[in-house]
């Protein structure tokens, strides 16, 4: 069984689409996470989620809306895609507080023409 | 503001050698260091961590060296293999603050 899944691992869109992206847990973990990993393969957190709740949001546009319907899930919904946008998101789960080891996905590699 | 800085950007090591990765962190509220290694195409894994109450830390051929005074701690893996090729990522982060803050990756490639 996959810990972290999301889906898709692909995702080829035009500029100015929505898109989601899902991500589900099944470790039991408490914190989800959401990593942008650019071209040059720089990862930085965007959000993290405690029981459901947003905790952490570092300066992304709004246009990148989170939701946690229940603790094993959170998805990324973007909004009104850009160029810029271009790279691989990484959903991560760990147990929260000083529990840190973070269990990563697979990533979904997203692509804005 | 880059928190924590990591060398070399890439690293090219014979089979059998010692492959030695370098990172820097500014911020002393950190207290958890883990390394990641990601293949293409995959997430990170993390490998091994730390916390600064040791000096070193070794899981097989994989070890852990942290200066607390220095501010500095280094991944050595020894023997390295073809299969270890793989990108390698320094990590920290606080206590009940648990988001990672990465370096910027070390390229690694064993040759045969």
């Known amino acids: 069984d996959t810990a972290v899944s999301q889906t898709p691992k692909y995702l080829v869109t035009q500029m100015g689409n929505d898109k989601s992206i899902k991500c589900e847990q099944n470790?039991?973990?408490?914190?989800m996470y959401w990593y942008k990993q650019d071209s040059k393969k720089f990862l930085k957190i965007m959000f993290s989620y405690n029981n459901k709740e947003l905790i952490i949001n570092e300066t992304v546009p709004n246009r990148f809306s989170p939701k946690s319907p229940d603790k094993a899930h959170l998805n990324l919904h973007i909004n009104s895609l850009e160029l810029g946008d271009s790279a691989v998101y990484f959903c991560?789960?760990?147990?929260?507080?000083?529990?840190?080891?973070?269990?990563f996905g697979q990533g979904t590699r997203l692509t804005v023409v | 503001q880059q928190q924590v800085k990591q060398s070399p950007q890439s690293l090219i090591v014979q089979k059998g050698g010692i492959s030695i990765i370098n990172c820097a962190y500014e911020n002393t509220a950190f207290d958890y260091f883990p390394w990641y290694q990601q293949f293409p195409g995959k997430g990170p894994a993390l490998l091994i961590a730390i916390r600064p109450d040791v000096s070193e830390k070794k899981e097989g051929r994989f070890t852990i060296s942290f200066n607390k005074s220095a501010k500095q701690f280094s991944l050595h893996i020894m023997d390295s293999q073809p299969g270890d090729s793989a990108t390698y990522f320094c990590?920290?982060?606080?206590?009940?603050?648990?988001?990672?803050?990465f370096g910027k990756g070390t390229m690694l490639l064993v040759s045969p």
């Open positions: 990590a920290a982060s606080k206590s009940g603050y648990s988001t990672l803050t």
């Open positions: 991560a789960s760990s147990q929260g507080g000083d529990r840190t080891e973070a269990f």
């Open positions: 470790l039991g973990h408490d914190t």
